[in-house]
T-cell receptor, first 113, second 112 residues
Framework: AQSVTQLGSHVSVSEGALVLLRCNYS??????LFWYVQYPNQGLQLLLK??????LVKGINGFEAEFKKSETSFHLTKPSAHMSDAAEYFC???????????FGGGTRVLVKP | DAGITQSPRYKITETGRQVTLMCHQT?????MFWYRQDLGHGLRLIYY???????DKGEVPDGYVVSRSKTENFPLTLESATRSQTSVYFC???????????FGNGTRLTVT
């Protein structure tokens, strides 16, 4: 069975500061890994994904994530937070990209001016 | 407009009533999914479908029924609504096993 743990349900950062959201997963097979973002009253949008190949993945809006197999982690970072980054972020794992993803509990990001 | 549309956007119903949430996508994606979102639980998969007339249970299927007679539609029915089914429901679709999910804007359901 797959599972995803996101450390911290809420994160507060200052505008311009580093954003770091942590995600650890368990999977019995090589995983597909994703980060999704949810803005208020909207559905989830894909930020980035790891399937195979390069372990450092770049996504939209300046976000990137690194797949570390030895640590079973897929942490999301952005060097400089912007007010528009305030949202909820979900890490997800699956055996295939479009098939039965398992989501973490989400991390809500607050950006302070 | 192309995309994935859920209706209604908001719904209040009473315990014991049947309610159907609609999902329509215009991409002709093969895969469609229903998730529920609850505080602290993230999103949990209720049912999914790999193609028309092919459906399968997810993590939390009890109390729900789905059908998929047409590729573009994937309605979710609560046969006899309970308060524990108060949640935000998201429909999603994907083109195939290696394609990401595309989500609708959700239906907020309250069962009184």
């Amino acid at each position: 069975a797959q599972s995803v743990t996101q450390l911290g349900s809420h994160v507060s950062v200052s505008e311009g500061a580093l954003v770091l959201l942590r995600c650890n997963y368990s999977s019995s097979v090589p995983p597909y890994l994703f980060w999704y973002v949810q803005y208020p009253n909207q559905g989830l949008q894909l930020l980035l994904k790891y399937t195979t190949g390069a372990t450092l993945v770049k996504g939209i809006n300046g976000f990137e994530a690194e797949f570390k197999k030895s640590e079973t982690s897929f942490h999301l970072t952005k060097p400089s937070a912007h007010m528009s980054d305030a949202a909820e972020y979900f890490c997800a794992v699956g055996k295939a990209a479009g098939n039965k993803l398992t989501f973490g509990g989400g991390t809500r990001v607050l950006v302070k001016p | 407009d192309a995309g994935i549309t859920q209706s209604p956007r908001y719904k209040i119903t009473e315990t014991g009533r049947q309610v159907t949430l609609m999902c329509h996508q215009t991409w002709s994606h093969s895969y469609m999914f229903w998730y529920r979102q609850d505080l602290g639980h993230g999103l949990r998969l209720i049912y999914y479908s790999a193609a028309a007339d092919i459906t399968d249970k997810g993590e939390v299927p009890d109390g729900y029924v789905v059908s998929r007679s047409k590729t573009e539609n994937f309605p979710l029915t609560l046969e006899s609504a309970t308060r524990s089914q108060t949640s935000v429901y998201f429909c999603a679709s994907s083109e195939g096993p290696d394609s990401p999910l595309h989500f609708g804007n959700g239906t907020r359901l309250t069962v009184t």
